[in-house]
């Protein structure tokens, strides 16, 4: 495969991973212990930011120069709104933590069920797939990890954050004709109407970020007990 084909815009059909599968898996299993490791380690820290910044400034320099859709290249899917607020918005922002929640669990579910865009293998958006999702689960892990004991969100937050977040993607989608968000054709249960879509959608994220709260606030809990 030539450097034309890793940045063609001819759509054939997402890549059969095989055994990569397990390796990828493997490779989120490495960077959750790595992280739980690691997360105070300057240089730890700085390598998935620099991942994150080097997928995320390829992924929309290729949106831009093939002028892709707005259905595709706006930063509206769930994933994607985590690498950003990651990346960008301060350490003490109630919604950079949320994002690190919901980023922890979309990254991981990405592997666990990948949807790639319909390209050959090493595809410009396959591989931003793959290191933005790796990136992103070792930033969510090292924010969290750090910062987890100095946030306080209930489920009751988790709920309307996530609600009115999805309210808005259904407006985009209108909009652009998109699925951001995956609220238009959600993987696994299927197309069953916007509305309904729209609920399941929120409902399943709602409970996986009080989810993932409830793992770091249970291991916040562990910390304190073997400190004292």
Not at 8 to 23: A, H, I, S
Not at 105 to 134: E, N, Q
Request: aromatic share 18%; with cysteine.
């Amino acid at each position: 495969m030539g450097i034309r084909d890793m940045f063609t815009t001819y759509k054939t059909e997402p890549p059969q991973l095989g055994l990569w599968y397990f390796v990828l898996l493997g490779l989120v299993f490495a960077i959750i212990w790595l992280s739980y490791r690691y997360y105070n380690r300057k240089p730890y820290q700085q390598l998935f930011v620099g991942m994150q910044a080097c997928q995320l400034i390829g992924l929309y320099s290729w949106y831009m120069l093939t002028a892709a859709p707005l259905s595709e290249s706006l930063p509206f899917y769930h994933c994607r709104m985590a690498m950003f607020a990651l990346m960008f918005l301060p350490n003490r922002s109630v919604y950079k933590f949320y994002f690190a929640l919901l980023g922890t669990f979309g990254s991981i579910v990405a592997f666990i069920y990948p949807i790639f865009d319909p390209y050959p293998f090493p595809h410009i958006t396959i591989l931003s797939f793959i290191v933005g999702h790796l990136a992103l689960l070792g930033n969510c892990l090292i924010y969290l990890f750090r910062y987890y004991h100095t946030f306080s969100m209930s489920w009751q937050r988790v709920v309307w954050t996530t609600f009115l977040m999805n309210a808005f993607l259904l407006v985009i989608n209108m909009l652009t004709k998109g699925s951001y968000g995956f609220l238009t054709d959600p993987p696994l249960v299927g197309n069953h109407g916007l509305l309904l879509n729209y609920l399941l959608v929120s409902i399943v994220l709602s409970a996986a970020v009080c989810l993932v709260s409830g793992i770091f606030k249970r291991m916040e809990q562990t910390k304190t007990v073997t400190l004292t």
